[in-house]
């Protein structure tokens, strides 16, 4: 009797024990990277008794080549009781490419309860090692190097941001790693998002725990509508992994390989800005943003300046727009704006101000009026335009001139001066000073060397005519010459930078895209390496120059992500100096 009694007080027990648990149908997969030839085991597992029902998800681009196998399991260790309720499916990919695989469902207590969603990436067929403890094969299927994409179908205009991050597993170490091709951002401006050091995190990929560490974040901001691609990041790394055997204190040995792996290539279908309800005034503002025409000085006098400052503050695309233009009386002398900006790059967009600031200058006195200015932008969260118009301004010129009534003539009347009081009375006309020594020119010093000084001259200056005739008949000397200069001219900012590597990179970038602007009258900034190449070549510039060129164009992509000496920096500036200095000879 008592047996009884302490069999059913156990069962009670574990059957409270057993409902206690959170209801969860979790999916895993036995690899989330494979070759296309490779197959996959993937298992949906429920931790709870009851369930039934259970639904597998549609297995697109998948083949099922075995299952479902169904188990259960249950156990009591050190007085916690585990259930577990599994189906398993072995799948053969149809296809490459990023595949997702859906939830599962169950129903259990009149509730329909989901799995998570897994993602497989599937390459291209690899070699299947006869031993599985290959470290080659190892490493590829415990590293993936993905890249993140904030927003896969923004507008024209609208800022997204690109995350690149390598996951390892725990069954492998990394040593070193260096990107071998940074990615290619056609149809895009771009700009790098700084990250303040490599912070290794943990985190989950497929429903595995993995570490990673965020390698390249950039902000993308659509240039053009269409379908607009992202080339792969690619990278070499170090990776320590098991050999499966172990020392003599029973460590296990790890081996070193080196391996390259891939991003999948992305795509990003940016929308084309709506036609309907689109202002006169746009000029391609995109986000959200204040406008502000203030004047610094509302009263002043003739030839006293004020300042006009036509203001854009907010989050958008502040980089990639005009500000609106102002119009003045033309009794107002108005000089070419100052442009300022203080932008700042952040994940989601640009955000700052874009300010043009303009000098005013009044000649004639009198009131006169800076009619209101309009600005359009597109608000990409709310999807419409939106126009802020601003109030007329008014300056008050309160002494000066009085503007002439006849406009044909330009002429002043002339006025006598009117003496007043015993003001210009007492100013003396003449003097009777007289010089206290006198010395005679005649043989004196200054007497002699203005004597000689034609004597001396005449061969300097022959001297000097020769050596510019030969200095002018030296055309290739010449071209040199003025080709080192231009180059000196275009690096300036970046030989100030050499030391500060991001600022280097970034100043000599700006430097190459500023030349190719200056003698190609085209902006370069926005288009690919592959174009420029198309547009030197046309311009018959020999193959070699062209490749120099490009060089210099990508070793400012790799080195913003690889340990960079001021040696190496100025090896490049030197390089730069070169190859611009023999492209000039060329256009």
Not at 24 to 45: D, P, Y
Not at 373 to 384: D, L, R
């Amino acid at each position: 009797m008592k047996l009884k009694v302490y069999i059913t007080l156990l069962v009670s027990f574990i059957t409270i024990a057993l409902s206690a648990q959170d209801t969860a149908l979790t999916t895993t997969v036995s690899k989330n990277k494979l070759g296309v030839n490779q197959r996959l085991r993937i298992e949906f597992s429920i931790n709870k008794q009851g369930a039934d029902n259970f639904k597998p998800p549609n297995f697109t681009n998948f083949k099922i080549v075995g299952g479902p196998s169904q188990s259960v399991s249950q156990s009591w260790i050190n007085g916690k009781v585990s259930f577990n309720q599994s189906y398993t499916y072995i799948l053969q990919p149809l296809r490459k490419g990023e595949h997702n695989i859906p939830s599962a469902s169950i129903e259990i207590e009149g509730e329909t309860i989901k799995s998570n969603p897994v993602k497989v990436i599937v390459l291209d067929a690899v070699d299947i090692p006869k031993n599985p403890n290959d470290p080659n094969y190892i490493a590829e299927q415990n590293i993936h190097l993905v890249a993140e994409v904030s927003k896969t179908q923004p507008y024209v205009g609208e800022g997204v941001y690109i995350e690149y991050r390598l996951y390892v597993s725990d069954n492998v170490s990394v040593y070193d790693f260096g990107i071998t091709e940074a990615p290619q951002y056609n149809g895009f401006w771009n700009q790098e998002i700084k990250i303040n050091g490599t912070q290794v995190k943990i985190g989950t990929y497929n429903g595995e725990r993995h570490r990673y560490a965020v390698l390249h974040k950039a902000l993308l901001i659509p240039t053009t509508s269409g379908k607009l691609t992202i080339d792969p990041m690619k990278m070499d790394v170090v990776v320590a992994v098991p050999t499966g055997k172990a020392d003599f204190f029973g460590n296990l040995i790890t081996r070193q390989v080196r391996k390259e792996f891939s991003s999948v290539k992305k795509v990003i279908n940016a929308k084309a800005l709506p036609l309907q309800n689109k202002p006169e005034d746009f000029t391609g503002a995109v986000g959200q943003f204040s406008f502000d025409v203030s004047l610094s000085k509302n009263t002043l006098k003739a030839n006293e300046s004020s300042q006009i400052k036509v203001a854009v503050n907010g989050k958008g695309n502040l980089k990639l727009f005009e500000l609106p233009k102002i119009e003045t009386p033309k009794e107002l002398e108005v000089y070419q704006p100052e442009r300022k900006e203080s932008v700042s790059v952040l994940s989601d967009g640009l955000k700052g101000s874009v300010t043009d600031s303009y000098t005013v200058v009044p000649e004639f006195k009198g009131k006169y009026k800076i009619p209101k200015v309009s600005f359009s932008y597109f608000n990409p969260k709310e999807e419409v335009y939106q126009t802020i118009t601003t109030e007329d301004l008014y300056v008050d010129v309160l002494e000066g001139k009085e503007i002439p009534k006849d406009s044909d003539t330009n002429e002043v009347a002339k006025q006598n001066v009117n003496i007043t009081g015993s003001d210009f009375r007492y100013i003396q006309t003449s003097t009777n000073f007289q010089p206290i020594q006198t010395e005679d020119f005649f043989k004196s010093t200054l007497f002699y060397i203005l004597l000689l000084l034609p004597i001396v001259a005449i061969p300097i200056g022959i001297f000097i005519h020769k050596k510019k005739e030969e200095r002018n008949s030296d055309v290739l000397g010449n071209k040199l010459r003025k080709a080192d200069k231009l180059a000196k001219k275009y690096l300036s900012e970046a030989q100030k930078q050499l030391g500060n590597k991001e600022a280097f990179y970034e100043a000599l970038e700006r430097a190459l895209h500023n030349y190719l602007k200056a003698k190609l009258g085209v902006e370069t900034s926005d288009i690919s390496r592959e174009k420029i190449t198309e547009l030197l070549a046309n311009k018959n510039v020999d193959n070699t120059t062209i490749h120099s060129f490009i060089d210099v164009f990508n070793n400012c992509d790799f080195a913003r992500y690889t340990p960079i000496t001021n040696v190496q920096m100025k090896e490049e500036y030197e390089k730069a100096k070169q190859v611009i200095t023999q492209l000039d000879r060329q256009l």
